[in-house]
Every structure is written in structure tokens, then in C-alpha cells.
């Protein structure tokens, strides 16, 4: 990893705080995710070098949440810092700034999936096994 790359951006420290606080509450936890899902979806032009990331991210926080999937703490914290950040619209630079508003934002998700590459990938191999409960097999779909 190069040293750009191991370098915590400006304002993530205090992000991951506040995830810390976050995790002993599921309600409050959920209530985040309401809200990043409903921002990134406004941004999601602005977002859109990182916007598979973006939603991998509400996925593995929801399926760590609700105990299906598990994560190493620092990750789940990681994420759940990024999101804090994300959802806040004045961090370094304020979300209503034209052009730049977004650029904190990418840079802190950015920095998370660089650092938590493997376990993304890791995730997203588990998601992919998973049973499909609104699909039907073939053989389901004959019996209609």
C-alpha cells in the first residue's frame, strides 16, 4: 500500500468517534443507513466513481446489523465513519458547494474501500451465495 493510500483523511478520526457511539444503537444505526440510502440516491451523479462501493457499503452495514454477515469491528466502524461523514453536510467542505462539495466525501470512501479492499471482496463473494428468497427455480416457476 502506498503512503497515500495508509494516510487517514482529514476528518475521519472524528467520523469514527461517532461510529463507535453508533454501533450499541440498532435504531440509530438503521436510522443512518435511512439517511445515506436517501442522500446517495440525490448525489448519486456526484458519486458515481464510487457509487457500487457506496451501496456495497449499506448492504454489508445492513447484513452485519441484522447478524447475517459478519465484519471485523474496525471495518464495520470504518464503514459506518464514512457513512457519518457522508450524511453530514457540513464537514470540510459543505455538500451545497457546486463542483467541490462532494470531494471530502469521495476522498473519505475512498480511503475505506482502499483499506478494506479484501473484505469488500469478501462480502460481495458471501452476497453472491446467498439464497435469492423473491427468485424462483425454474422448477418452482413450472408448478404455477
Given at each position: ?10 476528518g475521519f ?12 444503537d ?25 457509487w ?62 482502499t ?6 471482496e469478501?462480502f ?21
Amino acid at each position: 500500500m502506498s503512503e497515500s493510500k495508509d494516510k487517514e483523511p482529514k476528518g475521519f478520526k472524528k467520523a469514527y468517534k461517532q461510529a463507535e457511539k453508533l454501533t450499541e444503537d440498532r435504531n440509530a444505526l438503521q436510522s443512518l443507513l435511512d439517511k445515506a440510502t436517501d442522500k446517495a440516491g440525490d448525489y448519486k451523479g456526484r458519486l458515481k466513481e464510487v457509487w457500487t462501493e457506496v451501496q456495497i457499503f449499506f448492504r454489508m452495514l445492513m447484513a452485519w446489523k441484522d447478524g447475517k454477515h459478519k465484519l471485523e469491528l474496525k471495518t464495520g466502524l470504518s464503514i459506518i465513519a464514512a457513512i457519518i461523514y457522508f450524511v453530514n453536510p457540513f464537514d470540510i467542505i459543505p455538500d451545497f458547494i457546486p463542483a467541490l462539495g462532494m470531494v471530502d466525501d469521495i476522498t473519505i470512501i475512498t480511503y475505506v474501500i482502499t483499506r478494506f479492499e479484501k473484505e469488500i471482496e469478501r462480502f460481495s463473494e458471501w452476497e453472491a451465495n446467498q439464497e435469492k428468497p423473491n427468485e424462483l427455480t425454474a422448477e418452482e416457476a413450472d408448478d404455477l
